[in-house]
Structures are given as C-alpha cells and as structure tokens.
C-alpha cells in the first residue's frame, strides 16, 4: 500500500487562517444580517494603481500579437524587472546584482520552498511568535519533533515579547554550547509590527558567520517602515551577503495579493556545505531548483511589477501605503485610548493587541465576532509566545476600520 509523509500528521489542527474563515463562515450562517468586518488576514482591498493596470493591460495586448508574443520566460525573472529591483536595493544602500534576484509568484512559496535545498538534520531557529508557515514546512520536511504544548520537538524557538522590546536573542541551540543552521527572522515582524534594530541585525550576521549559520530574512513588509534610520534589507549590514538569504513581495506593497509576484534574493557570496564538509554555492542550488519546479512569473505580471519601481509607479504606491498606514494609527490610537494595551501599526500594517484579563487569544477572538462582528487573528496561532495576543490588520477600507474601532470600543471594554 502506498505510504504517506507522515510528518504531516505532526501538523496542530487546521492552518490558522482556514481556521479563522470556518469560524467567520459559521457565525456568518447563524446571523444573517450581521455586518461582519474582517481585520483579520492580511489581504489588501484598494485597487492596483494605474501605472500598474497601464503596464499589465500592455503586456496584455503584446501577447495578442505575433510579433510581440511571449512564451515561456526565464525562470529567474526578466531583465526589465531584475534590473530597477537591483537599483531599488542599491538606493537602500544594499549591495544586490540583478543575477542575485530570482522573481516568483510569493514570498510564502519561497519562505517555504527555500528550505527544500538544506539537508534535513540542520537545526531550525525560528522566534516565537512566528508567521506559521516557517515552522509548518519544516514540520512537513521532517525536521522537528512532535508538538507538545504548542510548540514541536528540534526546533529552537526565540521569544520575541514585550518583555525583550519584540528583539530575538541569540539562540543557544538545542542543549548547551550548541548552534542552529538556519534562523528565520522576519522585520518589519508578522505578527507583532516590530523592525529589528541596526544593533540587533549586526550581531545576528556576526554570528552566523561565526557558527556558518544562513539567515532567512523575511522583509516583505519593508515598504512600510514610516520612522528614519531603519534597516530596509539585512544587506544594509556588512557582511549579510555571505550569510543571509533575503524575501520580498509585492502582495501587501502594491496590491499583488491575487496578482502574485515576488522576489528571494540569493547572493553569490552566500556558501553552505554538503555531506562532505566542502562549501558549496546556495545561488547555485537555488537556481537549480527553480529551474525544474517553476516556469517563472507571467510577462503581464512583470511587465505590471516592473511599473512598481517607476517614478509614477512609486508614488502611487506610497499613497496606497500611506492610507493603510493612517489606518494603522486609527487602531492603535483608537483602541490605546479605550484602555487596550498595543504595539505595532507604526512601521508595519499590523497592530499586535495584549488581550484584557486572563482570556485566550481564540476566547477573545469569538468575543470580538460575537459581540462586535470585527475578525482580527488570535496570536496562540502564531506561536506559544503568541498566546494572550492578538492581531488586527489595517488591511481594510477606512469606513470599516473607523466602524471597527468604534465598536470594539463600546462593545468590548478591557
């Protein structure tokens, strides 16, 4: 009989987010007439900006002529967008070559795909809370343990708290005097709205380059960052490119979510080595992998993203990022006065809210739906450290954030 991957089986209940709809959908079928405002998954609703539709309704028409006709593309990205994403880097002051870049459909594929070209006995570290799709394929891979009170055997979980300013420290690995291979880090942080300092940033590349540990460096919600001196790409740092891989989505930046385009940067610098003890290129397997699994981005699709780092583009963009940001400040400012205690919502679109008494995330979160007919996402779901947590989206039309604010505010007192 056919055998399945067991590690599977390891996985807790349901994927959070399916989790959440199968509530909403429930109380949505037992009240009718509820007006039920989700703030709960991360998906954006203004449209994309025109000189994104002007470029995509282009690259339309091209495919419907002979002459213009494309067909496959190269799997890596065509040079039209590798080129202004290289120069967008390098206005950060970030060193990224236009052949270090490979474009695909989301940085969730490539957070979870990446790990498929690391051996399967490397030690995983990953802060808690955590966006849930760093440790569940690690889990389907076979590295971790069984789940025991919301956490899973193997992996090294960093608390990232209020108590430690939202800061991972540096792991000591599974028992004592041991280090871990591959630390997934992701600023500004999802869930918790925190950006990772400078300070903090050096020490993690210095010490992955002292234990030749890789860094998975999630900045997709780097468009977002609103305060001065912070740190856009861990390539900022000295040093990042021979240690870290970096992720990028154009989802929440610019509206991709249904579109779909993203981009992983894998430095040349970068090495790793095999069951030989030799170094090995991690670009190299990178580009092996995409080329056998991925036929590449849709023209369209790039040819719409290439129109993101245009002067027009850009601005247009900022707007929307502005609006969502404004949003952010009406929860946080909104929901501060009424006696919650919050962080985040300043440098992400995400407010991280500590839930009044001694409630559960998941308690709090059907109070919300009943009560108040808001769906934000209990942060138990996002890891143990999660747990008495809760986060809330500026993801959301302004009228509804306002109504959201409002009713959480006379309906649910902390």
């Known amino acids: 009989m056919t055998k399945i991957n067991s590690n599977y089986q390891k996985l807790q209940a349901g994927y959070l987010f399916p989790e959440i709809g199968k ?14 405002i989700r703030l709960g998954i991360g998906d954006v609703v203004l449209p994309l900006p025109a000189p994104v539709l002007e470029a995509m309704h282009a690259a339309v028409d091209e495919l419907g002529k002979p002459e213009s006709f494309k067909g496959y593309g190269p799997e890596q990205g065509y040079d039209f967008l590798l080129q202004p994403i290289s120069e967008h ?3 950060q002051g970030a060193d990224v070559a236009p052949d270090e870049i490979f474009v695909s459909d989301g940085s969730k594929c490539d957070t979870a795909n990446i790990q498929e ?22 889990v389907m891979a076979g590295r971790t343990g069984e789940a025991a009170n919301g ?34 880090l992701c600023s500004p ?6 950006v990772m300092p400078r300070s903090s940033l050096e020490k993690w590349v210095a010490y992955a380059k002292a234990t030749e540990a ?19 790409s861990i390539y900022e740092i000295p040093g990042a490119r021979e240690v870290a891989i970096e992720f990028h989505s154009l989802s929440k930046t610019a509206g991709f979510t249904g579109t779909r385009c993203a981009y992983t940067v894998v430095p040349k610098d970068l090495k790793a080595r095999n069951d030989k003890g030799e170094q090995v290129a991690v670009h190299s397997l990178w580009n092996r992998r995409q080329t056998t699994k991925f036929n590449g981005v849709s023209y369209p699709i790039q040819k719409a993203a290439a129109a993101v780092f245009t002067p027009a583009g850009a601005k247009a963009i900022r707007e929307n990022i502005e609006y969502y940001m404004e949003n952010a400040r009406i929860i946080r400012e909104g929901l501060r006065a009424a006696g919650y205690t919050v962080y985040g919502g300043i440098n992400a679109p995400y407010i991280w809210l500590k839930v009044p008494g001694n409630s559960t995330s998941w308690n709090f979160f059907d109070k919300l739906l009943n009560e108040a007919q808001v769906v934000g996402t209990p942060g138990s779901g996002f890891g143990s450290c999660g747990e008495g947590y809760f986060r809330l989206s500026a993801f959301g039309f302004r009228e509804n954030v306002l109504e959201a604010v409002e009713r959480i505010k006379s309906r649910v007192k902390p």
Do not use: C
């Open 89 to 91: 880097f390098k206005s």
């Open 23 to 36: 509530r909403v959908r429930a109380f949505a079928a037992a009240n009718p007439a509820a007006k039920i």
């Open 214 to 232: 890789i860094i998975l460096f999630d900045a997709a919600y780097e468009a977002f960052i609103t305060e001065p001196g912070m740190v856009h």
């Open 117 to 138: 070209i690391f051996a399967v006995d490397n030690v995983i570290a990953v802060t808690d809370p955590v966006y849930p799709v760093y440790v569940d394929t690690n």
């Open 151 to 184: 956490r899973y055997g193997k992996l090294v979980y960093m608390p990232t708290t209020a108590e430690n300013g939202f800061d991972p420290e540096i792991p000591k690995g599974p028992s004592p005097g041991s280090h871990v291979d591959l630390i997934y």
């Open 189 to 194: 942080n999802n869930p918790t709205g925190a």
